[in-house]
């Protein structure tokens, strides 16, 4: 079965600091990894995602994200936060197995990221 | 309009009450599921649906049931509420068929607190 982890519970940055949000999966062959963004009082929104291809994916928001297979990571970052992103961030992996396991995420425990002005 | 709508957005019970939760979509996708979230847990699936006629466990399942009245509705239901229920409670739907990536769209929650 597949696992995801993010290490940091909670992150403190400045405003227009840059920002790294880490992520490392457990899965045996190929994952479909993703990143969600959790603002008060809202739903879980899609910020971007990986399937194959470049392993550097570009999201919403000023958002990217690289896969390293050899270190099973898909770590999120930005170059400059602003305040507005303060939010929890998700990642999340799913899994191309066939049968009833197929279309199923699971999530990590979830990173909450306070912005300091 | 929302794709993805739940109602109610906030709930207060007592144990043992039964309690419903709906979710709605307009987006016309086949699979929905339920999540519930707790601080420090991420969210975890309760049940899945691939269609009106396939309901599948999640992995956290005991104490609830869901109904597939529709494509387009997955009602979740606690039979007897109890304290440890108390969480935010999350829809989504995705997209049936190859190259969908799984890749889900989720309501806006409900909170429910059980006293």
């Known amino acids: 079965a597949q696992s995801v982890t993010q290490p940091d519970i909670h992150i403190t940055v400045s405003e227009g600091a840059s920002l790294e949000l880490r992520c490392n999966y457990s899965?045996?062959?190929?994952?479909?990894l993703f990143w969600y963004v959790q603002s008060p009082g809202q739903g879980l929104q899609l910020l971007l995602k990986?399937?194959?291809?470049?392993?550097l994916v570009q999201g919403i928001k000023g958002f990217e994200a690289e896969f390293k297979r050899s270190q099973s990571s898909f770590n999120l970052r930005k170059p400059s936060v602003h305040w507005s992103d303060a939010a929890e961030y998700f990642c999340?992996?799913?899994?191309?197995?066939?049968?009833?396991?197929?279309?199923?995420?699971?999530f990590g425990q979830g990173t909450i990221l306070t912005v300091h002005p | 309009d929302a794709d993805v709508t739940q109602t109610p957005r906030n709930r207060i019970t007592k144990t043992g009450k039964r309690i419903m939760l709906e979710c709605s979509q307009t987006?016309?996708?086949?699979?929905m599921y339920w999540y519930r979230q707790d601080p420090g847990l991420g969210l975890r699936l309760i049940y899945y649906?691939?269609?009106?006629?396939?309901?599948n466990k999640g992995e956290i399942s005991d104490g609830y049931s869901v109904s597939r009245q529709a494509q387009a509705k997955f009602s979740l239901s606690l039979e007897s509420a109890i304290p440890n229920q108390t969480a935010l409670y999350f829809c989504?739907?995705?997209?049936f068929g190859t190259g969908n990536y799984n890749e889900q769209f989720f309501g806006p929650g409900t909170r429910l607190t059980v006293l």
């Open positions: 649906s691939f269609d009106v006629k396939d309901i």
């Open positions: 987006k016309g996708h086949d699979r």
């Open positions: 989504a739907t995705s997209p």
């Open positions: 899965y045996g062959a190929t994952p479909y």
């Open positions: 990986y399937f194959s291809g470049d392993t």
């Open positions: 999340a992996v799913g899994t191309n197995a066939g049968g009833t396991s197929y279309g199923k995420l699971t």
